[in-house]
T-cell receptor
Framework: AQSVTQLGSHVSVSEGALVLLRCNYSSSVPPYLFWYVQYPNQGLQLLLKYTSAATLVKGINGFEAEFKKSETSFHLTKPSAHMSDAAEYFCAVSARSGSARQLTFGSGTQLTVLP | EAGVAQSPRYKIIEKRQSVAFWCNPISGHATLYWYQQILGQGPKLLIQFQNNGVVDDSQLPKDRFSAERLKGVDSTLKIQPAKLEDSAVYLC????????????FGDGTRLSIL
């Protein structure tokens, strides 16, 4: 069974500072990994995905994530935070469970951007 | 491309009443998912459809929850009777079939049980 751990339920950064949101996964087989963002009263929007091609994945809005198999990590980064980045971020792992491929989400990290 | 459509956006009912949610996936997406998202948590899969067949409903509380996708397009999720702990956002998502395909989410239905 797969699982996802997001370290830090709340992260605060100043505008212009580096954003680092941590995600570690557990999967018995090579996984597909995703980061989603959720703004208040909205659904989840895909930021980026890792599907066993390049280990450094670039996504929308200047975000990127690096897949590190040895550390079972898929941390999300952005060089310079913007006020509009304030939202909740979810890491998710997709792995096969029986006949279905299931998406398992972490508990989320709420990002606050301070002026 | 139109996104995943869900209705209603908000619903308030009393416990023991019934409620239904509707989802229309992105055109051409064969796989449809219903998730429950409790405040402060990540989404939890309730049921997954491939066309009009159920692929996985292992986490669906079948004594009170039911879902259908009769024509392989839109879907309804029903709760009867509702309990206080069912207060959550119910998200619908869809994807094309295939390894590593991302899921696309609707804006969800926020359900409050009084």
């Amino acid at each position: 069974a797969q699982s996802v751990t997001q370290l830090g339920s709340h992260v605060s950064v100043s505008e212009g500072a580096l954003v680092l949101l941590r995600c570690n996964y557990s999967s018995s087989v090579p996984p597909y990994l995703f980061w989603y963002v959720q703004y208040p009263n909205q659904g989840l929007q895909l930021l980026l995905k890792y599907t066993s091609a390049a280990t450094l994945v670039k996504g929308i809005n200047g975000f990127e994530a690096e897949f590190k198999k040895s550390e079972t990590s898929f941390h999300l980064t952005k060089p310079s935070a913007h006020m509009s980045d304030a939202a909740e971020y979810f890491c998710a792992v997709s792995a096969r469970s029986g006949s279905a491929r299931q998406l398992t989400f972490g508990s989320g990290t709420q990002l606050t951007v301070l002026p | 491309e139109a996104g995943v459509a869900q209705s209603p956006r908000y619903k308030i009912i009393e416990k023991r009443q019934s409620v239904a949610f509707w989802c229309n996936p992105i055109s051409g997406h064969a796989t449809l998912y219903w998730y429950q998202q409790i405040l402060g948590q990540g989404p939890k899969l309730l049921i997954q459809f491939q066309n009009n067949g159920v692929v996985d409903d292992s986490q669906l509380p079948k004594d009170r929850f039911s879902a259908e996708r009769l024509k392989g397009v839109d879907s309804t999720l029903k709760i009867q009777p509702a309990k206080l702990e069912d207060s959550a956002v119910y998200l619908c998502a869809s994807s094309v079939t295939g390894e590593g395909q991302p899921q696309h989410f609707g804006d969800g239905t926020r359900l409050s049980i009084l």
